[in-house]
């Protein structure tokens, strides 16, 4: 369950976009896990309207992130700096804007958690 999540047990937080994401866009307890992630130095990502996500707990404020492009909006009113990338890595934060980004998204959360 979500609430079980221990962040001490993973090296990265991952949220998934498609229509079931639109659920954690507003949820506070998915906004606290990202912003203790991010704070613990772990890889933190985002794919597809999950970016969002991200956007609404405050972590991209200021950071270069993509999402998908019809919510490109949610970005841009939160100060994030949009870049409308296939794929963006701004620090520890990842984000793609879709489908079509998917292989190389999860390569790069691959290459990333190898750094560490």
Do not use: Q
């Not at 090296?11 to 998915?30: C, E, R, T």
């Amino acid at each position: 369950m979500f609430t079980d999540i221990n962040l001490a047990d993973f090296d990265a937080l991952v949220f998934i976009g498609g229509p079931g994401s639109v659920k954690y866009w507003d949820d506070p307890l998915a906004h606290k896990l990202l912003k203790d992630a991010l704070l613990s130095g772990k890889i933190v990502a985002g794919i597809c309207a999950a970016g969002v996500t991200l956007a609404k707990s405050g972590i991209l404020k200021g950071k270069r992130a993509t999402v998908f492009p019809g919510d490109a909006k949610e970005l841009i009113n939160r100060g994030v700096n949009y870049t409308a990338a296939p794929f963006e890595k701004d620090g520890n934060i990842l984000t793609a804007d879709g489908p079509r980004s998917a292989k190389v998204f999860g390569a790069e959360i691959v290459k990333a958690l190898n750094k560490i």
